[in-house]
């Protein structure tokens, strides 16, 4: 099966059925839900959602949309090794050094689905926005 760290960017555009972004984030939880790919995230994603969700709706609103998403979603571990790695690694940016991190070392994740490719170019992982991985996975 297809394993693919779903960032940030690509949850809130689904929450907030941002245009035109919010149909191809649909889908891929779609097929997340359909047990067709399996989605994952990091407790920092997680957090980051929660943080930016709260500014819009309560916080019994965004514990439900988040237990919504975790039925569908798996969370990947993070530990000091994905923290020190992500301390001493060539990202630019802290945060998505962690997740790169938490992704590489579950050593089964095939795929960054983000919005933000520039802040993974020094990833190992195969990162793609939206609309190329659900091209790359219906040509199969």
């Given at each position: 099966m297809?394993?693919?760290?779903?960032?940030?960017?690509?949850?809130?555009?689904?929450?907030?059925?941002?245009?035109?972004?919010?149909?191809?984030?649909?889908?891929?939880l779609?097929?997340?839900d359909?047990?067709?790919?399996?989605?994952?995230?990091t407790?920092?994603?997680?957090?980051?959602?929660y943080?930016?969700?709260?500014?819009?709706?309560?916080?019994?609103?965004?514990?439900?949309?988040?237990?919504?998403?975790?039925?569908?979603?798996?969370?990947?571990s993070?530990?000091?090794?994905?923290?020190?790695?992500?301390?001493?690694?060539?990202?630019?940016?802290?945060?998505?050094?962690?997740?790169?991190?938490?992704?590489?070392?579950?050593?089964?994740?095939?795929?960054?689905?983000?919005?933000?490719?520039?802040?993974?170019?020094?990833?190992?992982?195969?990162?793609l926005?939206?609309?190329d991985?659900?091209?790359?996975?219906?040509?199969?």
């Amino acid at each position: 099966m297809t394993n693919v760290l779903i960032d940030t960017d690509v949850l809130l555009d689904f929450l907030y059925e941002r245009e035109p972004f919010g149909k191809d984030s649909a889908e891929i939880l779609n097929l997340c839900d359909l047990n067709k790919i399996s989605g994952w995230l990091t407790p920092v994603i997680l957090s980051n959602v929660y943080y930016i969700l709260r500014k819009s709706y309560p916080h019994s609103a965004v514990v439900v949309k988040l237990r919504e998403l975790l039925k569908i979603l798996n969370v990947l571990s993070m530990n000091k090794d994905t923290v020190l790695s992500a301390l001493n690694s060539e990202f630019t940016d802290f945060e998505d050094a962690l997740q790169n991190y938490a992704a590489e070392y579950n050593g089964e994740i095939n795929f960054v689905i983000t919005r933000n490719i520039k802040d993974y170019k020094n990833s190992s992982l195969k990162v793609l926005i939206p609309n190329d991985f659900l091209s790359q996975y219906r040509d199969g």
